[in-house]
T-cell receptor, first 118, second 117 residues
């Protein structure tokens, strides 16, 4: 099973709203990722969590706030977004390597949340 | 920094024919992974095939195969017996195998493939 689920599928929000995106995986993966994808472009990495700790923040504005409550869940809290933040937000997970360096590192993606900021 | 180049923004192929998508990359590392991902219009990014740089044998997955030329830093994807369901954006991606931790995927800009009936 290589399933990553994301909710909601679509989200429309105003610039003053607070909303959250949710991502879940039950593959035992210990690394989880948030990507932003604009139309006809490749995904751009935003955040990486490794063993529930934030390991990479690609200089993302503070209006995006990630959270990893446990090894299966990843949230992205949104506040005071701008219209240019409208995009497809993808979550991914991978089997992070253990101390012996074993693991596959292949990232498996969820279906995404289509976000529109008005 | 690593870069991935897909020189064909768009391609088309007739159903049942074979098509090859090109990808080149630039890296100074000797150990890494290469991937092809497919993203149909329904948008979910799906792994097509994966190649580990230390393996000389080209990866294959049913109708999908790669031609991995490490010295030339080339990683092309061949789709045989193309099907309408292969219509999608195809992304080539690179990942280094650094010491511990999660590694970043570096994507190419993508090739939009259309399979015509």
């Amino acid at each position: 099973d290589t399933e990553v689920t994301q909710t909601p599928k679509h989200l429309v929000m105003g610039m003053t709203n607070k909303k959250s995106l949710k991502c879940e995986q039950h593959m035992g993966h210990r690394a989880m990722y948030w990507y932003k994808q604009k139309a006809k472009k490749p995904p751009e990495l935003m955040f990486v969590y490794s063993y529930e700790k934030l390991s990479i923040n690609e200089s993302v504005p503070s209006r995006f706030s990630p959270e990893c409550p446990n090894s299966s869940l990843l949230n992205l809290h949104l506040h005071a977004l701008q219209p240019e933040d409208s995009a497809l937000y993808l979550c991914a997970s991978s089997q992070d390597r253990d101390l012996a360096g074993r693991g596959t590192d292949t990232q498996y993606f969820g279906p995404g949340t289509r976000l529109t900021v008005l | 920094a690593q870069t991935v180049t897909q020189s064909q923004p768009e391609m088309s192929v007739q159903e049942a024919e074979t098509v090859t998508l090109s990808c080149t990359y630039d890296t100074s590392e000797s150990n890494y992974y290469l991937f092809w991902y497919k993203q149909p219009p329904s948008r979910q990014m799906i792994l097509v095939i994966r190649q580990e740089a230390y393996k000389q044998q080209n990866a294959t997955e049913n109708r999908f195969s790669v031609n991995f030329q490490k010295a030339a830093k080339s990683f092309s994807l061949k789709i045989s017996d193309s099907q309408l369901g292969d219509t999608a954006m195809y992304f080539c991606a690179f990942m280094s195998t650094g010491q511990g931790g999660s590694e970043k995927l570096v994507f190419g800009k993508g090739t939009k493939l259309t399979v015509n009936p």
